[in-house]
């Protein structure tokens, strides 16, 4: 009977050992909740990231898409520079051709079109020019001396650099 009662007696640790078992199991807990924590932030701030550089390439190419056809348009205002030039005088016909130009001209830069400045004493830029002749001139050697074809720009880029005249 003495065994009996040993056997379903409890036998009783030392509450100390429960105590340090569950203070590790905590601090265990708390480190993996820690780490949990840290890859869900971590993984928001890459979406975050992620969105913002997929609305900047959406917005550039929104921006650039037109440019080939802009590039296709811009020789058909090259053709009413050449009709307004080739005309002479002032005529109904040349007004009319000229105000078709200008309206042409408008909606390009409503699609984000811009003129590159190439005039005559400016300092050349091959960034925004292209030399098409080195003449003799007066001027200080690196100016534009004349412009030969307008270049134009889509949103801050170069589509086609102005084509000009340089000083030696």
């Known amino acids: 009977m003495e065994e009996q009662n040993q056997q379903t007696t409890p036998s009783v640790d030392s509450p100390n050992a429960d105590m340090q078992n569950s203070e590790n199991d905590k601090e265990t807990i708390q ?8 890859g869900w932030k971590r993984a928001k701030a890459d979406l975050l990231n992620y969105k913002k550089d997929e609305a900047k390439r959406f917005e550039s190419v929104l921006k650039f898409s037109n440019e080939q056809i802009l590039k296709d348009l811009l020789i058909v205002l090259d053709s009413f520079d050449l009709a307004i030039a080739a005309l002479g005088d002032e005529t109904k016909t040349e007004k009319g051709i000229f105000l078709i130009r200008a309206q042409f001209e408008d909606v390009l830069k409503r ?4 003129r590159v400045s190439a005039n005559v004493g400016e300092v050349f830029d091959p960034a925004l020019h292209e030399a098409v002749a080195a003449i003799e001139s007066t001027q200080e050697s690196g100016t534009i001396t004349d412009e030969v074809e307008r270049g134009y720009m889509l949103g801050g880029k170069v589509i086609r650099p102005a084509r000009v005249k340089v000083a030696k």
Request: proline fraction near 0%; glycine fraction near 8%; charged fraction near 60%.
């Open 111 to 114: 699609y984000g079109l811009e």
């Open 31 to 38: 480190k993996e909740r820690d780490e949990y924590l840290d």
